[in-house]
């Protein structure tokens, strides 16, 4: 019986079971609560099926219908595609279990169809074999993403929905030449047969300048960040919270595909740049960020910084000696829980005071505490202290930096790891203080506040679960990682 | 140079002109039929060079690219005309924000 557990086609239950519970959602609205959370629920315990038989079997590959590549649609997963899977399903469980509090009937009817349409997507995304695929599922990802912003209906929510909108289909336009390209020169668009035929020339050159432009413009690297902040902090904020934990990853996660398997062997001017525009995003994204007075905003700001963490992947060599998958999935991971722990602390205290004013907070971590814990929690990862899971993300990139003799980039994180600790006591400064004007509160739900905490107990944790993460998609690195995690108590 | 590289570089012509209408025009409908024209430029690049030098037949794959990629077309259009309506009903104009409210 174990071994009929075993066989079952775990990936292709990922993608139709939020298909199936969106479109439920739909057709019987009062229900749309129950059937999301089943659907969430379902997908967490599919993936742990899925994980289980990667570990069993190897990687995962499956034939949708019968027809194998090239003429059909494959779904495929390794270790990497894995850990994006669990990051996905832990992340969206959590502000799943937020967002049933969260949200009034009237918007709750609204939020969960298209939220289970995401998560169909991401996990196909995640599951994708081919190119094109990869294209289908960026795009709905980004639809989903984009009708998710403009939910509250508020001028701003629409403004900022529209902007991403035009931002999201230039980026997957772009990427989509890219894919034509690809195929008219190596006939293919199947990565694994892409990757054997693949040579620099005029059309690959092209198409990777495409594509990278593309995702970089969807994953908002700096200077292609001008659509983010506002959508972000104009979103409700589970919503905020999957799109920065989650919707930009996707992107992410396809360029790492591209350059690991594709472009990585050649491309070694464009991995430059990538990482100049990495730096640059720390600094600018942390400095932007310390000038909010908005806590969505700076937390949105925060984002565009860490994105450029990303990035610095690239210059670092990581692609050719094997380390680039396991420290882009690690922190890709390490930032989702901190960044959704944040926006979904930063909901509570929109609800609590009514507004984001961080100079009004008002004495929140007597009032909140909970709130302000999973606030400072999430904060101590995205800065980049032991224990956290931050930490050991930025410390192996740190050493990398050193032992390359890359002293710009090591400087520059340790300055985004001081810029963005100032930019989260100020928050936590202001959470201690007596506004001057006193201002009703409303009560927060207790489980609202618990998602939080919980999400920012887990960017903790992680820290410790490094090298079962990086065992996970590369066996033969793990020693690094587990080193890494010893340091700090050296 | 074939028919079909004509084609082809037609269509990047298409993609590099919605591309500049996109960043130049302010009012949203404008922007939408821009990305209109760069998707459509990508289409015709991808049956342009659906025809391989030498061989009679053309690959049916990129063809079916096409049709779904026209499906994922469409549906944008379609959320981006809905929230351009939402927008202009809300705000009284088509245009994007000019910055948001720091």
Aim: net charge neutral.
């Amino acid at each position: 019986m174990l071994i009929g557990l075993l066989n079952i086609d775990w990936g292709v239950i990922t993608i139709m079971l939020p298909l199936a519970g969106g479109i439920a959602c739909v057709l019987w609205p009062a229900m749309s609560k129950p059937a999301g959370l089943i659907s969430v629920t379902g997908v967490v315990l599919a993936i742990a099926g899925l994980g289980w038989r990667i570990m069993e079997n190897g990687t995962y590959r499956h034939a949708v219908g019968g027809w194998g590549a090239p003429l059909g649609i494959d779904l495929f997963a390794d270790g990497l595609s894995l850990v994006m899977l669990i990051m996905t399903a832990l992340v969206g469980l959590g502000i799943s279990f937020y967002a049933k509090r969260f949200f009034s009937p009237c918007d709750a009817v609204r939020f969960w169809p298209i939220w289970l349409l995401l998560l169909a997507a991401l996990n196909a995304l995640f599951l994708s074999a081919d190119i094109f695929n990869l294209y289908v599922a960026l795009e709905m990802t980004g639809l989903a993403a984009v009708a998710l912003t403009a939910l509250t209906g508020r001028i701003d929510a629409l403004g900022g929905a529209m902007r991403y909108l035009l931002a999201t289909l230039l980026g997957s336009l772009a990427y989509l030449l890219g894919v034509v390209l690809l195929y008219h020169d190596a006939g293919s668009v199947d990565i694994a047969t892409l990757a054997q035929r693949i040579e620099p020339n005029a059309a690959v050159w092209t198409a990777l300048g495409l594509m990278s432009a593309g995702l970089a413009l969807k994953t908002a690297l700096f200077p292609l960040s001008f659509w983010l902040p506002p959508a972000h902090a104009s979103a409700p904020a589970p919503v905020s919270a999957l799109l920065s934990a989650l919707v930009i990853k996707a992107s992410f996660y396809i360029l790492l595909r591209l350059w690991l398997e594709l472009f990585g062997a050649f491309a070694e001017g464009v991995s430059m740049l990538l990482g100049l525009l990495g730096a640059a995003a720390i600094l600018w994204g942390s400095l932007q960020a310390l000038r909010q007075t908005r806590i969505k905003l700076l937390v949105a700001y925060s984002t565009v910084a860490q994105i450029g963490y990303l990035f610095l992947i690239y210059p670092l060599a990581l692609v050719s000696n094997g380390m680039a998958a396991s420290m882009a999935a690690y922190l890709a991971f390490s930032h989702a829980l901190a960044k959704s722990a944040m926006f979904l602390a930063a909901g509570n205290l929109m609800q609590f005071g009514g507004h984001d004013r961080i100079a009004d907070l008002d004495r929140a971590v007597q009032r909140l505490p909970l709130t302000v814990a999973a606030f400072a929690l999430a904060g101590v990862s995205i800065m980049g202290l032991p224990p956290s899971s931050g930490f050991v993300g930025k410390w192996l990139l740190l050493d990398a930096a050193m032992s390359q003799g890359r002293w710009d980039l090591a400087v520059v994180m340790i300055i985004g790891g001081l810029l963005a600790a100032g930019y989260i006591f100020k928050v936590l400064g202001y959470a201690f203080t007596q506004a001057e004007v006193p201002h009703d509160a409303r009560a927060v739900p207790a489980e609202m506040e618990w998602a939080a905490l919980l999400l920012a107990i887990g960017a903790i944790l992680l820290g410790f679960m490094a090298p079962q993460i990086f065992a996970l998609i590369h066996p033969d690195l793990a020693v690094n990682a587990s080193e890494a995690g010893t340091v700090w108590t050296a | 140079m074939t028919n079909a590289f004509l084609y082809a570089f037609a269509g990047i012509g298409l993609f590099v002109l919605g591309l500049h209408a996109l960043v130049v025009h302010a009012h949203v409908l404008r922007k939408i039929l821009a990305v209109n024209v760069m998707g459509s430029g990508v289409f015709l690049v991808l049956v342009a060079l659906a025809r391989r030098s030498g061989e009679a037949t053309s690959d049916p794959v990129p063809h079916a690219m096409v049709i779904t990629g026209i499906v994922v077309a469409v549906s944008a259009t379609a959320l981006a005309l809905a929230l351009m309506l939402k927008l202009a009903g809300k705000s009284g104009e088509a245009v994007l924000p000019g910055k948001h409210n720091d």
